[in-house]
């Protein structure tokens, strides 16, 4: 009895095993809980009795005909549900799977490439050995046809000594002087051949080891470019899964991008620039709203979201930016918000140490200028690869100097101010003076002198 009962339960149990691990019907019970959740959660959590919560459940679930209403929540869209998971699912995978190709691909190029050039670079070394080889054995060569010459003129000189005892003493201190010559030209060839060969084999080493470190560090930085990018990336898509949406891969880069003036992922990814440390000195990430909102309007028509445009999509970039200190901004609120960032800097130090400041300033009878007034922006102006210039103009004053003739103490100044790009075409980092015009006040007219005439001869 034990054992039919056993049988019974194994054979009800790997029935429901095997309808669960049906992928039709795995999916169109998951379907069906997702479309009728407040169903189930009446029925475990309404109000009421136990078996009124039943009978609800029950009633919920009788269906008048096929096309009734209730037969499209039962039936009808669990089942469409489920033949779009099963249908465009494997579609979604091949997807992934052919983004992740690209990245084995790279990694086998650089491989590759760095394999190529450590060959290249020992057929050089071989190259400069076997130089090497030859150039001793044409100093040997050379050795021993100077010892061949040294023992012909020892022959000779020895004859010269049996006819002239007198010049015996001179030819032979003449010898010595020769051989001691020749071994000094021996040890300076051989000493200036060693120093060659070294200086090619130094020169070959310093090749490679550039060439390697260059390669290395270039691989270096695109293995850190990716993390920062899949981090922006990530948030993004953890902002947009509120609102319960998922983007793909793809879109989420174009978007990342785009954000920080990239005409394309590609671009962002091959740009040294796009670092860590970069983004720490971004100052200003402006946007040409025409060029942004092209792109999120092309996702968002991609990803099929009539519903959303692409000012949704923006707030949700803004969102993502929040959490690292950024904000977008178009070019005329830039501008508009650059002049704050003049009021904490020492501009007036900027003005007076400049040429044109100090040359205005020395004509003055003012001993320190203190007093800024009159700032105000006059134009900006967006240069390609180089960034935001903004121009203003201010007046600088001081106290007069009590000892001096009247001269002026204002001085009024036209400046320009240059925020550089830092990374894309959208990182601007801090400003930079970049061209400042100063001008005094014109006190020519003697009815404005303050001086009796006595003083301004003497000044003359």
């Given amino acids: 009895m034990w054992d039919f009962i056993k049988s019974l339960s194994e054979s009800v149990s790997n029935n429901i095993h095997s309808r669960i691990r049906n992928p039709f019907f795995g999916?169109?019970?998951?379907?069906?809980?997702?479309?009728?959740?407040?169903?189930?959660?009446?029925?475990?959590?309404?109000?009421?009795?136990?078996?009124?919560?039943?009978?609800?459940?029950?009633?919920?679930?009788?269906?008048?005909?096929?096309?009734?209403?209730?037969?499209?929540?039962?039936?009808?869209?669990?089942?469409?549900?489920?033949?779009?998971?099963?249908?465009?699912?494997?579609?979604?995978?091949?997807?992934?799977?052919?983004?992740?190709?690209?990245?084995?691909?790279?990694?086998?190029?650089?491989?590759?490439?760095?394999?190529?050039?450590?060959?290249?670079?020992?057929?050089?070394?071989?190259?400069?050995?076997?130089?090497?080889?030859?150039?001793?054995?044409?100093?040997?060569?050379?050795?021993?046809?100077?010892?061949?010459?040294?023992?012909?003129?020892?022959?000779?000189?020895?004859?010269?000594?049996?006819?002239?005892?007198?010049?015996?003493?001179?030819?032979?201190?003449?010898?010595?002087?020769?051989?001691?010559?020749?071994?000094?030209?021996?040890?300076?060839?051989?000493?200036?051949?060693?120093?060659?060969?070294?200086?090619?084999?130094?020169?070959?080493?310093?090749?490679?080891?550039?060439?390697k470190s260059k390669a290395e560090h270039e691989n270096e930085l695109l293995t850190l470019r990716l993390p920062l990018v899949y981090q922006f990336m990530n948030t993004l898509s953890d902002s947009l899964s509120n609102d319960e949406r998922r983007y793909s891969l793809f879109h989420l880069s174009e978007i990342i991008a785009a954000?920080?003036?990239?005409?394309?992922?590609?671009?962002?990814?091959?740009?040294?620039?796009?670092?860590?440390?970069?983004?720490?000195?971004?100052?200003?990430?402006?946007?040409?709203?025409?060029?942004?909102?092209?792109?999120?309007?092309?996702?968002?028509?991609?990803?099929?979201?009539?519903?959303?445009?692409?000012?949704?999509?923006?707030?949700?970039?803004?969102?993502?930016?929040?959490?690292?200190?950024?904000?977008?901004?178009?070019?005329d609120s830039v501008a508009e918000e650059a002049i704050n960032e003049l009021w904490d800097a020492d501009l007036i130090g900027y003005i007076v140490n400049s040429d044109a400041g100090s040359s205005e300033t020395a004509i003055t009878n003012v001993d320190c200028f203190d007093q800024l007034d009159d700032l105000e922006r006059t134009g900006y102006r967006w240069v390609n690869g180089e960034g935001l210039y903004i121009r203003y103009s201010c007046n600088l004053s001081g106290d007069n100097h009590p000892d001096k003739p009247f001269s002026g103490d204002t001085i009024h100044v036209d400046f320009e101010v240059k925020h550089p790009l830092v990374i894309g075409e959208a990182g601007l980092g801090e400003f930079e003076m970049c061209d400042i015009k100063a001008r005094g006040e014109d006190y020519s007219d003697e009815s404005d002198w303050a001086q009796p005439s006595s003083v301004v001869g003497q000044q003359r």
């Avoid at 959303?308 to 977008?328: A, G, K």
Wanted: proline share 1%; glycine share 2%; net charge negative.
């Fill in 27 to 211: 999916s169109f019970v998951f379907s069906w809980a997702m479309w009728n959740w407040h169903k189930i959660a009446l029925l475990f959590w309404g109000e009421g009795s136990s078996s009124a919560r039943i009978d609800n459940f029950q009633n919920s679930l009788i269906l008048e005909s096929l096309i009734s209403v209730a037969s499209f929540d039962l039936i009808w869209i669990p089942l469409a549900m489920s033949f779009s998971y099963l249908l465009l699912m494997p579609y979604v995978n091949l997807i992934i799977q052919s983004l992740q190709s690209l990245s084995d691909y790279l990694r086998d190029y650089v491989a590759v490439g760095v394999e190529v050039r450590k060959q290249k670079h020992h057929g050089k070394l071989v190259k400069a050995k076997t130089i090497a080889n030859q150039q001793d054995e044409i100093a040997k060569a050379e050795i021993k046809a100077q010892r061949e010459d040294t023992e012909a003129n020892t022959k000779k000189l020895q004859a010269e000594a049996e006819v002239s005892i007198a010049r015996k003493n001179l030819i032979q201190e003449k010898f010595v002087e020769s051989v001691e010559k020749v071994k000094e030209l021996k040890l300076a060839n051989e000493a200036l051949a060693r120093k060659e060969a070294k200086k090619s084999q130094d020169a070959e080493k310093a090749t490679f080891a550039f060439e």
């Fill in 259 to 331: 954000t920080f003036g990239y005409k394309g992922f590609e671009q962002l990814i091959n740009d040294e620039s796009f670092t860590a440390k970069n983004i720490k000195k971004i100052k200003y990430l402006s946007y040409d709203s025409e060029i942004l909102f092209d792109c999120l309007n092309n996702v968002i028509k991609s990803e099929n979201e009539e519903d959303n445009d692409s000012s949704w999509l923006f707030e949700h970039i803004q969102m993502t930016l929040d959490q690292y200190s950024l904000q977008l901004q178009d070019l």
